[in-house]
């Protein structure tokens, strides 16, 4: 069984959903990472990079981490 992790974000239509994505030979592709700890290294630094927008006045506001979770993920 392989075990993976994915960031999922509550979105009022699909409820709780991998929106995580890569650009892969031009397409979209769900992202997963091998451990928690990357998925959560990867979400600080996507809100590390929102806080930034929001300060330079790029963005109304920031988006709330109440919307965001990591969950793991078998095959």
């Known amino acids: 069984m392989n075990t993976r992790y994915e960031v999922q974000e509550f979105c009022l239509c699909g409820g709780w959903t991998n929106t995580w994505s890569t650009e892969v030979n031009g397409s979209m592709e ?5 451990s928690r700890e990357d998925a959560e ?4 630094c996507w809100f590390d990079d929102m806080d930034a927008e929001f300060e330079a006045g790029n963005m ?7 919307d ?5 993920v078998t095959e």
């Open 30 to 34: 769900s992202t997963w990472f091998p």
């Open 68 to 72: 965001f979770r990591i969950v793991e």
């Open 60 to 66: 109304p506001d920031v988006p709330d981490a109440e």
């Open 41 to 44: 290294s990867e979400l600080r």
